[in-house]
């Protein structure tokens, strides 16, 4: 009989935590549309910059009593603080110019072979069958929703010039590239011995001060409302405090090309939240797309099984072989809680 063995339900487990924090994710979309008159800048500062300086604080304590872990891994801080820092001003960006459905699919749907292609140079892992397929499946749905919702309108007088579209896809790149980055940091810092809160709250903490100039230069518009301030509130506390404590978690358990995978659902949740509350169209193409996105999560976080066989009386079984999410599952974290 073939059953889960433990370090399957841990990721699992850690599968959920990624999936609940790319929901979170796809709201920031149309969140921002409630503030437009504040720049991409400001709404990426106010975003990843509070919501990671409130990361390291609640984090503080976990981050003093793992200093030394920390200092003799700087090298892998520094890197993924300076990833957290420009992935939001790009990806915010990215959307202003090429559109929320462009920006969001090249930003969310690159990052995955931009994070196997860096797991594969760095640690050497190799990519798995189930992990193609559920990607390919991945990246052709958010192709066909990046598709559909780029024809869903052809008179729409406020879609970008082609130069715009250009920036905007080159922006998405750097995107992609450093989310991939930051999750392949946090990952190499959780697996290293690190707990998931003071890993994530150091990376973000340090990202978020970097972000500081930033959110100060550009972040007047802010403060005219009450509903650009509760906007900015909002992005702050739930999609980026939130969602990057549950990814945190998943990180744990997952290795990062499986997570940044999972983040494909995000611009899945966008395009419907889109349709629901703003009122686009989405052709059935969109749809579609997002019945592959639907696909390619349940590829990824099927269980694995362990072959069960019969064995000859005071015979033992070998344990399976571990992938690297296992082993870190397998080691006591007081963290972990979904």
Known sequence: ?????????????????????SVLWGTTGTAATFAPAVGPLAIGAVAMGLGGLLQALVAAPRIV?????????????????IAVAAYPLAFYSSMRLAGVAVGTVVSIGMAPPASAVIERVMDRHRLTGRWKLGAALGLLGTLMLCAAQATGAPGD???????????????????ATTYALYSWAAHRLITGGITSRAAMGTVFGLGGLLLVPVLLATGAPLLDSRSTMAVGAYMALVPMFTGYVLFGWGLAHVPASTATTLSLLEPAVAA??????????LPAAGWGGVALVL?????????????????????????????????????????WAP
């Not at 073939?2 to 924090?21: D, F, K, Q």
């Not at 007088?157 to 995107?175: D, I, K, N, Q, Y």
């Not at 999410?325 to 963290?335: L, M, Y």
Request: overall charge positive; hydrophobic content about 45%.
């Open 1 to 21: 009989m073939n059953t889960p063995g433990p370090g399957a339900r841990s990721a699992g487990a850690g599968s959920l935590c990624v999936l609940a924090a």
């Open 65 to 81: 009593r793992q200093a030394a872990g920390l200092r003799a891994r700087r090298g892998t801080v520094l890197l993924g603080s």
């Open 157 to 175: 007088p406020e879609r970008a010039s082609m130069g715009a579209t250009a920036l905007g896809v080159a922006l998405g790149l750097v995107a």
């Open 272 to 281: 419907v939240l889109a349709v629901l509350v703003i009122g686009e169209r």
């Open 295 to 335: 696909a390619c999560l349940a590829v990824l976080t099927a269980p694995a099984t362990v072959p069960g066989r019969r064995r000859r009386r005071g015979e033992s079984v070998p344990p399976p072989e571990r992938t690297s999410a296992e082993h870190t599952a397998a080691r006591p974290d007081p963290e």
